[in-house]
């Protein structure tokens, strides 16, 4: 624009800033994860968190293929296939209320002192989970599920902590280490356990601890990660939320490991600062009924911002885009997989507990090394494009998979080749989730939300929108919905499925992969480049509010001096404005 001229909305001059900043940061892919090693390995001890989710995701499924913890868990006289989908999926039923409560604790205690919350729940449900003898189950129910609380809570601020301290140019691989983390977690247990299956021997002889081992080895990385956490950095974001600026810019240098009065700290600081800025005047303006700060003010003031996520326009298409995101996630059937990987490599005809356990080592192989790619190369490449492949090799797979069952299981020892080959598709199909789905779905999550509702837009996504998915899962959830009622939902629908039509699952899940790829392609926006304070852009509309709310963020850009910080807008002339012709509060542009 030339100089003189109009400073134009606060999305478009969004546009000049981000120009200006990308202008100053380094590339994206491996050489800006070499530029911000710091950052880097922050963001990989803080991924301890996914670590302990897979490996718990992967783990339950090994033990319970294991003679002796058959016993002493009472599975083994379970008949009823709905009681043993609910003891593998009732993890999921308490990672849905872990995921609801972090959505406040998170802005409340800090991103920080959540993992330390959240490890320490982790680290009761295991003890509980080891305490388990007797033929009774009752432990593993009420283990797995306060396990689930704390998995629950780590799968959504992890995360968050990683996006929120992540400069743009890297965000989405830093997020994407969260899903290597978790798939990393995966393989190590299928590895694991196939080891301890033999302490004592497989069959009645098997020694306790062949299953009591890879149950508490879980402590060990919750403790690391409880203590390791508190000597990192807290979250810029949330510390600017707290009016803690000062500490704000500092971490920001320190991340960048750059100088204070660095230009590009500078603007990173005061994007963040002026998205603080704009969220409290919304608030002022929206909500002027909560502003005194009261214990019951702000209470409210919770409850209409979850509101907001779904009554305001802009918010509820970051909110529905977030919801689907995780829902195509969970039921493109990697959870089908994982938790049953060694029953359904033993229905594809695969003999033996120790070859179907190996199959499903294999798994984690596959879906660790999947993963490796987007961690280098997601934002080169972009979101949109990763997640549309990737629907579609998971889709492909599924329905071959479903072909081969429909036309073989009645007799698998005259298909063993045939039995195989559905194997083979089944890590095809674990490698296109790891560098798609997998990643993708966490990143997307995590960044499309704004600073004033990231922590409970965040949490929302993970428990999902009630109405969105209401008329999808009515069968299945009654009325119940989240990213961790979908998974537990798959858990608990897998063995009656499979009962009931073996091939059909894979059908169904092969339908919703090409749902997702068909959802991606024309309604979810491409987020690759943009800061966490940009999204309005791809998010506004061109109603009244979205124009109002555009000129309060153009304003705070001005008050706190981000304009001028990005060569936007020079100095003023020191006059008097008020009795000048020229229109109070234009900007001057430097071409």
């Known amino acids: 624009m030339a100089p003189g001229g109009h400073a134009g909305t606060g999305l478009e001059l969004e546009k000049v800033i981000a ?8 590339k994206p892919g491996i050489a ?111 283990g797995r599920f306060v396990t689930g609380i704390g998995v629950g809570s780590l799968s959504m601020i992890v995360p ?105 700290v500078e603007i990173e600081f005061l994007e963040v600062k002026a998205q603080r800025l704009f969220e409290e005047r919304i608030s002022q303006r929206d ?24 009554t305001n ?53 596959v879906m660790f090394i999947g993963t490796i790619p987007s961690v280098l190369w997601i934002d080169q490449v972009g979101r949109k494009p990763t997640l549309i492949s990737g629907a579609i090799i998971m889709g492909i797979c599924h329905f071959v998979v479903a072909a081969i ?9 005259a298909h063993k080749a045939a039995g195989w080959v559905a194997v083979v598709f089944i890590w095809i199909f674990v490698f296109g989730f790891g560098f798609s789905w997998g990643p993708c779905g966490w990143i997307v999550t995590a960044e499309v939300f704004p600073l004033g509702l990231r922590a409970k837009g965040v949490s929302i996504a993970c428990v999902d929108f009630h109405g969105l998915v209401e008329v999808v899962l009515t069968l299945c959830l009654d009325r119940s919905s989240s990213n961790w009622l979908n998974n537990f939902a798959v858990a608990m629908a897998t063995p009656d499925f ?26 979810v926006p491409e987020t690759m480049g943009r800061t966490l304070d940009e999204m309005d852009e791809l998010f506004g509309d061109n109603s009244g509010r979205a124009r109002a709310d555009a000129a309060v963020l153009e304003q705070a850009f001005r008050d706190v001096g981000l304009l001028k910080a990005a060569g936007v ?14 229109e109070k509060g234009n900007a001057i542009h430097i071409a």
């Open 287 to 310: 909500f002027p009924q909560y502003q005194d700060g009261s214990f019951s003010s702000n209470f409210h003031l919770n409850l209409r911002e979850y509101s907001s996520l779904v």
């Open 32 to 142: 800006g994860l070499v530029s911000n090693a710091k950052t880097f390995f922050i963001a990989v001890f803080a991924s301890i968190g996914g670590l302990i989710y897979g490996y718990n995701q992967g783990m339950f499924g090994q033990i319970l293929a294991m003679n002796n913890f058959a016993k002493e868990s009472g599975v083994s006289g379970i008949q009823n296939p709905t009681i043993s989908g609910f003891l593998t999926s009732i993890l999921e039923l308490g990672a849905w209320v872990g995921v609801l409560i972090n959505g406040i604790l998170a802005d409340a205690l800090g991103r920080k002192l959540c993992v330390v919350v959240a490890c320490g729940v982790f680290a009761i449900g295991v003890i509980i989970q080891a305490l388990t003898h007797g033929g009774s189950y009752d432990y593993i129910l009420a």
């Open 498 to 523: 499979v009962t009931a039509a073996s091939w059909g699952v894979y059908i169904f899940l092969g339908m919703m992969c090409v749902f997702g790829a068909l959802y991606i392609f024309f309604l």
């Open 19 to 26: 120009a200006r900043r990308l202008e100053l940061a380094g």
């Open 313 to 365: 326009r802009g918010n509820f298409k970051r909110t529905s885009v977030a919801v689907l995101v995780m829902l195509f996630q969970q039921w493109s059937g990697i959870n089908f997989i994982l938790y049953y990987a060694p029953f359904i490599f033993q229905r594809l005809g695969l003999s033996g507990k120790t070859i179907s356990l190996l199959a499903s080592g294999v798994v984690g192989i």
């Open 405 to 413: 069952i429909g036309t073989c299981e009645k007799n698998w020892d």
């Open 160 to 264: 968050l902590y990683n996006a929120e301290l992540a400069p743009p140019e890297i965000r989405g691989s830093l997020v994407a280490l969260q899903q290597l983390a978790i798939v990393g977690g995966i393989m190590v247990s299928y590895w694991f356990t196939y080891g301890t299956q033999y302490i004592g021997g497989t069959g009645d002889s098997q020694s306790k601890a062949a299953w009591l081992v890879p149950v508490t080895i879980q402590l060990v990385p919750a403790i690391i990660l409880a203590i390791g956490i508190m000597f990192m950095p807290q979250s810029p974001r949330w510390l600017m939320s707290r009016g803690r600026e000062a500490e704000c810019r500092q971490i920001i240098a320190n991340l960048r490991r750059l100088p204070l009065d660095a230009p590009l």
């Open 569 to 582: 807008e020079a100095e003023t002339p020191k006059r008097d404005m008020e009795d000048s012709g020229d």
